[in-house]
């Protein structure tokens, strides 16, 4: 995680996390859809973004430091802009050089940690159905013609083969684990190697395993700049509950953002 020391202007946050703003404070920012400020003497994170855009992290985030290694929310402002702030977890993410050096443990740890995520009780999610609004997100590309291809590994030669391919296979979809909904190495934390805690967590949610699944493989070819380890990842996971054919309804799904 990569973070740039700043002077903040007080003016630009809201009044009621001045008294945050009085020590060191780093941009740690890796998108253009939010910023995101580490405040390592308070031990927390400040973020934000359009408004009403953190209300499901804020509530998903709350709910999964209830059940596993979430952080904790600690205040939400919804105002001009929202503004997320959430507890600190100990560690690197797993694009530290420490963690890309050891490529093999890396992602054996990554497909045994989201087993051990998709185990979760799923009583009391807030989003009890992830399928809706990431197929009404898909739907929504595909008329706006926005998709990228690279997404499905080639499986679809046009955007309308993998559209038509995603409703005649919808269907197959299931809502019965636990979503980060974002899996990928910067949202996993390490400290000595064991999980010391996962964060972004805004496109959680009940819905199908293949969604983190398709999203560990990715991140993984994308960080470590190999498609070598996809097997690796999915036996460490576990076959026994992996679908080749609700895989391929995510890539296709992902197509269409």
């Known amino acids: 995680m990569e973070r740039k020391r700043i002077t903040p202007d007080p003016s630009a946050f809201p009044e009621v996390f001045h008294p945050l703003l009085k020590g060191e404070i780093y941009d740690s920012s890796c998108s253009n859809a939010a910023r995101v400020f580490y405040l390592p003497e308070e031990r927390c994170f400040l973020k934000t973004a359009p408004k009403g855009s953190l209300q499901r992290e804020k509530e998903l985030t709350a709910f999964f430091h209830t059940v596993y290694k979430a952080p904790a929310v600690l205040a939400y402002l919804s105002d001009e802009r929202d503004w997320l702030l959430t507890s600190a977890v100990e560690g690197e993410d797993c694009i530290h050089p420490d963690h890309l050096a050891d490529p093999k443990r890396l992602c054996d740890l990554l497909g045994e940690t989201l087993r051990t995520i998709h185990s979760l009780p799923v009583k009391g999610c ?64 390490l400290k000595d190697w064991q999980v010391s805690g996962i964060i972004d967590l805004g496109n959680g949610g009940v819905g199908d395993r293949h969604v983190d699944l398709y999203w560990g493989a990715w991140t993984l070819a994308f960080n470590l700049h190999t498609d070598a380890y996809r097997q690796r990842f999915f036996d460490a996971y576990g076959r026994d509950l992996i679908d080749g054919e609700r895989l391929l309804l995510v890539s296709a799904a992902e197509c269409f953002g």
């Open 126 to 189: 807030p989003v009890e159905d992830h399928r809706e609004r990431y197929f009404a997100t898909a739907e929504e590309n595909y008329r706006r013609g926005e998709w990228d291809l690279s997404y499905c590994h080639d499986a679809f030669a046009t955007p309308e083969e993998a559209y038509a391919y995603l409703n005649g296979k919808r269907h197959l979809m299931q809502k019965d684990t636990l979503l980060h909904g974002d899996y990928c190495l910067p949202n996993v934390m």
